[in-house]
């Protein structure tokens, strides 16, 4: 030890307690060996309201699942160690972890309904639109709205509420998928009833807001995944965020082997099928498709991904919208669209459409150059024909009956495909 300077001491200093007394007044070096560890912090999120969109609120999709990120019980990508740090808050979509018990974690997918330039743009344009500023309480600058004051002294959902709004689904809306919308309208405790009363005017501007923006997370809500619908499952909203089951876009599988391919573009037949013919006589019918539309769970079931591109026509009620009523705009037909964009009407939507678009762009991606010989030759052709929309006499359905019955033998019966596996080996279906 280094040398000591300090009065005279007894013979007793070679006691313990007094040498702990002299290094305690005279060692600054022992005293600084000897300090206290300091006490282990728990790192968290920094979370803003900004980042999550809560700064816009009632201008957003809700807070149902503000809870879970506050308490890390969702967290992005696969930062599950102690170095917790948010991802860029310009992207559009994010890979997440969910939690219930702090222990078993699940995969989800965050998104936003728009990217946050889209957002910060459409906020702009309501302040300037609306109060002639660049900045401005985006909830009072909404009230002020001829649209909104309707909804708030609604009592019912009706389709002159809706019209005009950019969301495909509600292009031909009947009172019977509004009705719809109420009941299971996830953001706020469910009331079962077709009527408004039990949302209050913050929730009525944020389902409002929601379907102005993109009508995705309602399409989830409205029809769940537990009922057989191909989305995924919703989990709730926080700001502008929205969290639901995760996957894997279509895209990923255009280079897989070919019984996966088979497998998947027999998924995506039938999910056309299913959104043309099921029990409730709605039918859907996608105004675009991208390789991103579709998604894949991991255990190999295929799914609608991203719903915005969705438009429904309610094949038992009809739309009592028409003419000049679907014409109608305002503020909230423009927030993420062209207010000048020409909107398509009812009746010019054929049966076929989403399966030529989908022959147009994904099949030929996903089944092209995967077999071999005439197999191939025999995909190739029908694709061709379906992409330009069945000129010949043959009808959409045979056609599309002649291709899966092409595919069917194609796909394989094993663990990679778990969605139907082992039942595959004991039933003649697969």
């Given at each position: 030890m280094g040398r000591w300077i300090?009065?005279?001491?007894?013979?007793?200093?070679?006691?313990?307690?007094?040498?702990?007394?002299?290094?305690?007044?005279?060692?600054?070096?022992?005293?600084?060996?000897?300090?206290?560890?300091?006490?282990?912090?728990k790192p968290s999120y920094s979370f803003g309201r900004t980042f999550l969109g809560l700064d816009k609120?009632?201008?957003?999709?809700?807070?149902s699942i503000c809870k879970k990120f506050f308490k890390e019980e969702i967290r992005f990508d696969n930062w599950l160690s102690s170095r917790l740090k948010l991802p860029p808050s310009y992207l559009l979509s994010y890979s997440g972890n969910y939690t219930d018990d702090a222990k078993s974690w699940r995969l989800v997918d965050i998104t936003r309904l728009t990217t946050k330039y889209q957002h910060d743009q459409a906020d702009k344009r309501i302040c300037t639109a609306l109060l002639k500023t660049r900045t401005c309480s985006l909830e009072r600058a909404l009230r002020r709205t001829d649209r909104v004051q309707r909804w708030l002294r609604a009592k019912r959902l009706t389709p002159d509420l809706v019209q005009g709004l950019p969301s495909p689904m509600l292009?031909?809306?009947s009172q019977r998928l509004l009705d719809r919308i109420v009941r299971r309208y996830a953001e706020v405790p469910d009331a079962g009833s077709i009527y408004m009363d039990h949302l209050t005017e913050r929730d009525k501007l944020r389902l409002l807001y929601t379907l102005?923006?993109?009508?995705?997370?309602?399409?989830?809500?409205?029809?769940?995944?537990v009922e057989g619908w191909?989305?995924?499952?919703?989990?709730?909203?926080c700001g502008r965020l929205v969290v639901s089951a995760s996957t894997r876009p279509l895209r990923d599988f255009f280079g897989a082997a070919p019984e996966v391919a088979a497998d998947l573009a027999l998924q995506l037949l039938a999910v056309l099928r299913s959104m043309g013919a099921n029990d409730l006589n709605y039918f859907f019918y996608f105004?675009?498709?991208?390789?991103?539309?579709?998604?894949?769970?991991?255990?190999?079931?295929l799914f609608i991904r991203d719903a915005s591109t969705l438009g429904i026509i309610d094949r038992e009620e009809g739309s009592p919208l028409t003419g000049d009523q679907q014409e109608y705009k305002d503020i909230f037909s423009c927030l993420t669209v062209d207010c000048q964009s020409a909107a398509v009407?009812?009746?010019?939507?054929?049966?076929?459409?989403?399966?030529?678009?989908?022959?147009?762009?994904?099949?030929?991606?996903?089944?092209?150059?995967?077999f071999l010989g005439a197999?191939?030759?025999?995909?190739?052709?029908?694709?061709?024909?379906?992409?330009?929309?069945?000129?010949?006499?043959q009808g959409m359905d045979g056609a599309v009956a002649k291709l899966a019955e092409l595919l069917k033998p194609l796909r394989s019966c094993d663990s990679r495909f778990a969605y139907r596996y082992p039942d595959c080996k004991y039933s003649d279906k697969y």
């Amino acid at each position: 030890m280094g040398r000591w300077i300090c009065r005279p001491c007894s013979r007793a200093a070679d006691s313990l307690m007094l040498l702990l007394v002299l290094a305690a007044s005279c060692g600054p070096s022992l005293e600084a060996t000897a300090s206290p560890p300091a006490p282990h912090v728990k790192p968290s999120y920094s979370f803003g309201r900004t980042f999550l969109g809560l700064d816009k609120c009632n201008a957003c999709i809700g807070t149902s699942i503000c809870k879970k990120f506050f308490k890390e019980e969702i967290r992005f990508d696969n930062w599950l160690s102690s170095r917790l740090k948010l991802p860029p808050s310009y992207l559009l979509s994010y890979s997440g972890n969910y939690t219930d018990d702090a222990k078993s974690w699940r995969l989800v997918d965050i998104t936003r309904l728009t990217t946050k330039y889209q957002h910060d743009q459409a906020d702009k344009r309501i302040c300037t639109a609306l109060l002639k500023t660049r900045t401005c309480s985006l909830e009072r600058a909404l009230r002020r709205t001829d649209r909104v004051q309707r909804w708030l002294r609604a009592k019912r959902l009706t389709p002159d509420l809706v019209q005009g709004l950019p969301s495909p689904m509600l292009r031909c809306p009947s009172q019977r998928l509004l009705d719809r919308i109420v009941r299971r309208y996830a953001e706020v405790p469910d009331a079962g009833s077709i009527y408004m009363d039990h949302l209050t005017e913050r929730d009525k501007l944020r389902l409002l807001y929601t379907l102005a923006v993109n009508s995705h997370p309602i399409l989830l809500q409205i029809f769940p995944d537990v009922e057989g619908w191909p989305f995924p499952r919703y989990l709730g909203s926080c700001g502008r965020l929205v969290v639901s089951a995760s996957t894997r876009p279509l895209r990923d599988f255009f280079g897989a082997a070919p019984e996966v391919a088979a497998d998947l573009a027999l998924q995506l037949l039938a999910v056309l099928r299913s959104m043309g013919a099921n029990d409730l006589n709605y039918f859907f019918y996608f105004t675009r498709v991208d390789a991103g539309t579709f998604g894949v769970f991991s255990n190999g079931h295929l799914f609608i991904r991203d719903a915005s591109t969705l438009g429904i026509i309610d094949r038992e009620e009809g739309s009592p919208l028409t003419g000049d009523q679907q014409e109608y705009k305002d503020i909230f037909s423009c927030l993420t669209v062209d207010c000048q964009s020409a909107a398509v009407s009812c009746n010019s939507i054929r049966e076929e459409q989403s399966l030529v678009m989908v022959c147009q762009e994904l099949l030929p991606k996903l089944l092209g150059g995967k077999f071999l010989g005439a197999v191939q030759e025999k995909i190739d052709r029908f694709l061709q024909r379906c992409a330009g929309g069945f000129a010949s006499d043959q009808g959409m359905d045979g056609a599309v009956a002649k291709l899966a019955e092409l595919l069917k033998p194609l796909r394989s019966c094993d663990s990679r495909f778990a969605y139907r596996y082992p039942d595959c080996k004991y039933s003649d279906k697969y």
